[in-house]
């Protein structure tokens, strides 16, 4: 089956204490890229890859660091994560290749919940 | 700098009503727009992907509309079910390269048995 899988699905941590988000795919897509849900603002991207060893920032990418080593996995991480990052975060793929004139959808995980305290 | 706005927040309707959801964006220059679902706890669903060069794509009981000169997209529910309660999004990629998705904050439907 088809899917965007991250873990954990929820998190409750502490302030400073380093984690990471993991995100992996099994569509071989090249484009991966990850967003933050927030109550009044919507989804917002943090980072996207357009391909292995190519990464760019989103519109919030303060305070996450990512990665994409290798095709399939699209780590998100907080070296020291604060309370204004509690959040839903969501992972999402895609060829990323225009077939035909055309893009394909994008198919999202089924999100993050994280909480710090 | 693309902005996406959906207009109402919240819909409540009886079930078997037919409905719209409106998605407005400010920048034509799109190359697609997608529609999502959401439901509590869950991921995003994806229901429907309408090319900048398409002017509607219809899937079951939903259909979308894009107008890039209007800067409008609608969500067509037919024959709507308690099970079609979930917030619906939608999404624009805008040209440029990147892939990214500017999403508006949803509209929340309920259908009422």
């Known amino acids: 089956e088809a899917q965007v899988t991250q873990n954990p699905r929820y998190l409750i941590t502490v302030t400073g204490k380093k984690l990471t988000v993991t995100c992996s795919q099994n569509?071989?897509?090249?484009?991966m890229s990850w967003y933050r849900q927030d109550p009044g603002l919507g989804l917002r991207q943090i980072y996207y890859?357009?391909?292995?060893?190519?990464?760019d920032k989103g519109d919030v990418p303060e305070g996450y660091k990512v990665s994409r080593k290798e095709k399939r996995n699209f780590p998100l991480i907080l070296e020291s994560p604060s309370p204004n990052q509690t959040s839903l975060y969501f992972c999402?793929?895609?060829?990323?290749?225009?077939?035909?004139?055309?893009?394909?959808?994008?198919?999202f995980g089924d999100g993050t919940r994280l909480s710090i305290l | 700098k693309q902005e996406v706005t959906q207009i109402p927040a919240a819909l409540s309707v009886p079930e078997g009503e037919n409905l719209v959801l409106n998605c407005s964006f400010t920048?034509?220059?799109?190359?697609?727009l997608q529609w999502f679902r959401q439901d509590p706890g869950k991921g995003l669903t994806s229901l429907l992907l309408?090319?900048?060069?398409?002017r509607e794509q219809t899937s079951g009981r939903l259909n979308a509309s894009l107008d890039k000169s209007s800067g409008r997209s609608t969500l067509y529910i037919a024959a709507s079910q308690p099970g079609d309660s979930a917030t619906y999004l939608c999404?624009?990629?805008?040209?440029?390269?990147?892939?990214?998705?500017?999403f508006g904050k949803g509209t929340k439907l309920t259908v009422n048995p």
């Open positions: 999402a793929s895609s060829p990323g290749q225009v077939s035909k004139g055309r893009r394909q959808p994008q198919h």
């Open positions: 569509m071989n897509h090249e484009y």
């Open positions: 890859s357009m391909n292995v060893e190519v990464t």
């Open positions: 920048d034509s220059a799109i190359y697609n």
């Open positions: 309408i090319q900048s060069s398409q």
């Open positions: 999404a624009a990629i805008t040209q440029g390269g990147s892939e990214k998705l500017v």
